[in-house]
Structures are given as C-alpha cells and as structure tokens.
C-alpha cells in the first residue's frame, strides 16, 4: 500500500498488486521480437535462399530489415532466392511502418474493433496527440507511403526496365523504392548503387524517397492539415524537422565535397557536377538510408568523422529513420545556447519548449552514448578491426543507417550478436529500453533542493 497526505494525517491507499498488465514499451519490443524470430526462421529456409543461411547470419538479416538497417553479412542480389527477396520487402515494410501501426492497419482491414489500449501505442509509436483519429491518421499513412513508393518505383523503371527487361527491371525498381522509403538500404547490386553514382535519374530519385520517409509521419500528417493554411500553423516539431533537415542536408554536401572531392577513391574521379551529386547523396543517406553511391571505406578519417556525425543525428521522430533523432539534436543545441546565455527557458518561434521535452533529449544523448561506449567496447574485444572502423560500424548500426566502412562482412559470430542488439535498440530507441528496464517508483516524498558543482 502506499500513502497520501491529507492535511495532518496519512491515509492509505491500497494498490493493485495484481495489476499485471505490461508497460508500453515492453508490448513494443516484445511485439518486434515476435516478428523478428519467426522473420530469422524462415530466412533460413533452403526456398529464401541459394544456398543456405546459418541461423545468426538469419538472424542478421532480419534484424537489419526489420530495424531498417541494411547492413548485410551476405550479398542480398546474388544470395536470397526471389521468394526471399519478397520476404525481406515484407520485413522492410513492416519495420518502417512499426509493428504497432500495421497491426493496427490489419485490424481495420478485418473490420475488428481497435481497443482503447492499442490506438494508444499507435499514438505513442506516431508520436501524436490523443485527441487525433487513428482510423483516419493510419489510413492517411498508408495512402502515403503507396502512393511514394508508387511514384519511385515509376522513374526507377525508366532506368531498369529498359536495361533488365519488364519482368526484372520492374522487381528491382520495387524493391528499390520500398528499400529506400523504409530508409533500409538493402540494395540488388552487389556494389549497391556506386555504377550509378553519377546518374540523376536513379540517385535523385532513392535520395527523395529516403528524404520523405526520414521526415516522420507527424511531419507528413502535420503537413496535410495545416500548410494550406500557412508554415504559421504547423507545430513546433514540424517546424523544426521542416528547418534543420535541409540544413543538415546542405551543410554535409558541403563538408564531403570539401574534404573528398581530391580523393581519387571517393570523388575524385567524377566531374564537377558528379561530385556535387555523389556528396549531396551521402549527405542525405547517411542520416539512416543505409545506400552509397561511392565506397564508404575510402573515405578520408576527416570524412568518415563528418559522416559518423550526420549519421548519429539521424532522421525524425516517428519516422522510418534511426539516430538520435534531429529534434532531440536540435533541442539540445537550443538548451545548450540558452545556458550559456543564461535564460532560464528554452524559446523557438515564440514557443518555449517544455523542461521534460529538454531533459528527455538529454536522457537520449545520455543513454544513446552509454550503449554505443559499450558495444564498442566489446566489439573492440571480439574484432581485430582499426578503431574507426569499430566506431563507424556501430554508429552505423545504432542509428539503424546501414553503411559500412567493411567491419561488417568479417564479423565473428560475437560481433555479429553485439550489433543484432545494437540495431534492435537504436530501431526501438535507447530510452525504450530504459524504461524497460527500470521500475518506476512513484513517490509523494520531495526532498529539499541543494547545488552541485558542474563545469
């Protein structure tokens, strides 16, 4: 039992002991396991595969479809059959909707009724406020996502279909475009997309379809309410990812092409116009696409360190993107700023932005930090890797991006473990696993406030 004050005595309160329902983020990680271990099962199949798949590489592979990595210990082209390659799309669907959103979308296709508690996790999961229609937001996000990977799979046919003919031209546009919608990554060339390193058509069009998934579904739903009515009118959130994404997307063009444009290996073989286009798209598919049109591993340390920072950023909340998020980025830029100006709130757009929202951003960087010290760490013990190649691989893994500096295709059967776990927490996000893991105590105690040195 616990007790509440009432004036000037106590009185108890019986509890529930016998209240067993799970929290929230148990339902979501326990809900992805029950996807991701059937998903490894059947991968290992002899009729999804050429020629067999050990449980762990299985394992492997469905985590990074499902978490919409894309790191890969096999040759996705020339190594799955084409019932696996469906199946992998499947997976990659399922990850970038989230498990909570497609079952919410089976249930209405079977006409069952929705509970109370589930449009609940479907709200928390698409970051939306309570007072939204989940009938209606779900069935504008999977017109959404038709509709773009419709659109992609189209200029993606112009280029293949006339190369490979219509039966596989059009298979590898769709695979392609839902890969790139999911931000996932997974590719059917065995050198991902680097022989199209200079072609509009192909990386413009993968680049603006990852762009429009990392941009999150809040964004997206904000964006069809209200930006008729003006950029007035949208959210705080909206109004930042809308603000930072092409920020971010300019400023990492400029520092690649500044630091790799001289690199034979990277983009220094490409005319002027294919180096802008080579660094504009590893800009952007750093930020959790997982694509490359250039090999990642010759890059300069200076460009590996630009792009491990691109890619911890990530893409937006509620989206089918990775990192830290670019809100919680941004947030933490602000509360640093206003610290040091020494406001005691942190305003944008005339909006303050609320203490909770701050400390979480915080609580993000914190525990993100925390997981990725000790993944390296150990991989530092199981790999016989350089240390930048340790750090690239796991960031990369964390923020659930998908690009390889070639850590990955000589992982021992620990390492291949470690990053498993890695992917699986940066697609569920590290502070879901916290709360897992920690039991909240709620408390009606408040202690007196004293200082501490900081700085």
């Known amino acids: 039992m616990s007790f509440i004050p009432n004036r000037t005595m106590y009185v108890p309160i019986k509890t529930n002991k016998r209240d067993k329902r799970w929290s929230e983020p148990k339902i979501i990680i326990f809900s992805f396991l029950a996807i991701l271990i059937p998903g490894a099962i059947l991968l290992t199949l002899p009729v999804f595969s050429v020629s067999g798949l050990s449980f762990v590489d299985a394992l492997f592979t469905a985590t990074s479809a499902i978490s919409v ?97 219509w039966d596989k031209g059009l298979f590898t546009a769709v695979f392609h475009a839902i890969s790139a919608f999911n931000n996932a990554g997974f590719s059917l060339f ?32 904000d964006l069809q309410r209200n930006l008729h009515r003006g950029f007035h009118f949208l959210s705080l959130h909206s109004k930042i990812m809308i603000i930072a994404t092409p920020i971010l997307l300019l400023s990492g063009t400029v520092m690649i092409w500044l630091l790799e444009h001289d690199n034979m290996q990277t983009l220094g073989s490409l005319n002027t116009s294919g180096q802008w286009l080579a660094a504009f798209f590893q800009s952007a598919t750093v930020r959790t696409a997982g694509f490359n049109s250039v090999n990642i591993g010759a890059f300069t340390e200076p460009g ?57 951003s915080l609580a993000i960087i914190v525990v993100s930090g925390i997981v990725l010290l000790i993944a390296m760490f150990v991989l530092m013990l199981t790999e016989k890797a350089p240390f930048y190649e340790v750090m690239f691989e796991t960031i990369s893994a964390f923020a659930t991006v998908g690009v390889t500096a070639g850590l990955t295709a000589t992982l021992s059967e620990p390492g291949k473990y470690i990053i498993i776990i890695v992917m699986i927490i940066g697609r569920l996000g590290p502070l879901t696993l916290a709360y897992m893991l920690a039991r909240p105590k709620p408390t009606l105690l408040r202690y007196p406030e004293d200082n501490v040195a900081a700085g």
């Open 69 to 165: 990595t894309g790191l890969g210990v096999v040759d996705t082209g020339t190594h799955f059959s084409t019932s696996g390659k469906v199946l992998l799309m499947i997976l990659m669907q399922i990850g970038g909707l989230g498990q909570m959103t497609l079952s919410a979308v089976l249930l209405y296709m079977f006409g069952l009724r929705v509970s109370l508690r589930q449009q609940s996790l479907t709200k928390e999961q698409l970051g939306q406020e309570k007072f939204i229609n989940i009938r209606l937001l779900v069935k504008h996000i999977i017109i959404f996502v038709i509709v773009c990977e419709l659109i992609g799979t189209f200029f993606l046919s112009l280029r293949w279909v006339p190369m490979m003919g």
């Open 190 to 221: 065995s050198d991902n997309l680097t022989q199209y390193v200079d072609d509009p058509l192909v990386i413009i069009t993968v680049a603006m379809l990852f762009i429009l998934g990392g941009l999150g579904f809040t964004v997206i739903s």
């Open 304 to 360: 590996l360190l630009v792009l491990m920072l691109l890619m911890l950023i990530g893409a937006g909340p509620t989206s089918t993107g990775g990192g830290i998020k670019v809100s919680t980025f941004v947030v933490a830029i602000l509360a640093t700023w206003s610290f040091l100006k020494q406001r005691d709130r942190v305003v944008l757009f005339k909006r303050t932005i609320s203490n909770q929202t701050v400390t979480k």
